[in-house]
Structures are given as C-alpha cells and as structure tokens.
Antibody, heavy 118, light 105 residues
Framework: QVHLVESGGGVVQPGKSLRLSCEAS????????MHWVRQAPGRGLEWVAA?????SNKYYLDGRFTISRDNSKKTVYLQMNSLSVDDTAVYYC??????????????WGQGTLVAVSS | IQVTQSPSSLSASIGDRVTISCRTS??????LNWYQQKPGVAPKLLIS???SLRNGVPPRFSGSRSGTDFTLTISSLHPEDFATYFC?????????FGPGTRVDI
C-alpha cells in the first residue's frame, strides 16, 4: 500500500525559508520519481518540482525552490526560500514510476499547508 | 506548455453524460493525464496517457485525444462523481495542469 506523508508546513513570514518533507512507505521508493505539487486556497493544481529516482535530474517551476531526496530514509524534501504570500498553498508530494511513465503521478500524499503571512 | 480546460464549471444530474475538454498549446502526444479531486482531499489519477483507465476506476470514465484536444467523458454521472477534474500534460517539464472543471449537481 503506497503511503506518502508530508510534514513541515506551517505559518512563515514573507522572505523566510521553509523545508517540507515527504516520507514514503509501502512501495519501492528507489524506483520512483518524486514530485511536489501545490494548490493555493480555492485554486487549481500547480506542479512545482520533480526529482528522478536516483537524484540525477531535477526539474523546477521556480528557482527559489530546491528538491532533494534521501533514498535511505525514503524521504523527499522541498527547500523553499524567499517565500512570498503567493506561495501560500497546500503542498502535495506525489510519486511516479521512473521511466517512460514518469509524468504519471499515480500516488499522492494528503498534503501539508504552508501559510506565508506577516 | 499551456493547458486550457472547458468549461470551468458545469451543472449536471445523476445519469447525465458529461464531457470535459482540455487543450494544450502544442503537441504533447498522448502525454496527458486526468485527475479527480474532491474538497479537502488529494487528487486521484483517473486516466493516464490520454485514454488508459487506471486500475479501480469505473469504466464510465473514458478519455480520448484528437491532436492537441483531449476529452474526458463520464458516460453516466454517479453521485460520487461530483468533483473537480484536472488535466495535466507530461510531455515537457515543467509539467502543467489545466485550471480545472468543477462538476456540480
């Protein structure tokens, strides 16, 4: 049973940094590419970043964010810097099987809320 | 790659046939997925690669493609289908989602 649990969200002031974590269980984490997708309140989904199964490639929507992973801990991270109110959202981690289907986000966590406010 | 969806919302009744459209700004081949999301819950993958129904998804859901136009069809709306539906292109990163289509009673 695939299980993804995000943590690290909370209230943060504009200009500050925050690191989100997503711990995986129930599947072969080493075979999965991992993504972060966010959803601002009342808005649609926005893909934020992705990292390949072995960490060899990373992709971003925004240069202020850094994605990383520790396969020994089955955890993926999202370091977010210079946060603004526009970054307020629920942040989901999602997984996709590495390879030709890496664009298919078939597993999702429950999300963690990041609120940027002074 | 820009992704648009239409309509942004629709009202339908139980048993109705519903179609939702998604268009990409350039060819993405079949690299297009559909997700369903209910309030307060993570999205759920329904259809991948334009027309492949995921395991456990009822066969009343189907997807099709014509060039850069994609369609999600619900053949007969069930009560649990009232939700918001998003398409997502996976041809090029950054992957992009459509703005969503809300299906209301």
């Amino acid at each position: 049973q695939v299980h993804l649990v995000e943590s690290g969200g909370g209230v943060v002031q504009p200009g500050k940094s925050l690191r989100l974590s997503c711990e995986a269980s129930g599947f072969n984490f080493n075979a999965y590419d991992m993504h972060w997708v966010r959803q601002a309140p009342g808005r649609g989904l926005e893909w934020v970043a992705a990292i390949w199964h072995d960490g060899s490639n990373k992709y971003y929507l925004d240069g202020r964010f850094t994605i990383s992973r520790d396969n020994s801990k089955k955890t993926v991270y999202l370091q977010m810097n210079s946060l603004s109110v526009d970054d307020t959202a629920v942040y989901y981690c999602a997984g996709s099987l590495h390879g030709s289907t890496w664009y298919i986000l078939d597993s999702w966590g429950q999300g963690t809320l990041v609120a940027v406010s002074s | 790659i820009q992704v648009t969806q239409s309509p942004s919302s629709l009202s339908a009744s139980i048993g109705d046939r519903v179609t939702i459209s998604c268009r990409t700004s350039q060819s993405v081949g079949d690299y297009l997925n559909w997700y369903q999301q209910k309030p307060g819950v993570a999205p759920k993958l329904l259809i991948s690669s334009a027309s492949s129904l995921r395991n456990g998804v009822p066969p009343r859901f189907s997807g099709s493609r014509s060039g850069t136009d994609f369609t999600l069809t619900i053949s007969s709306l069930h009560p649990e289908d009232f939700a918001t539906y998003f398409c997502q292109q996976g041809h090029l990163a950054p992957f992009t989602f459509g703005p969503g289509t809300r299906v209301d009673i």
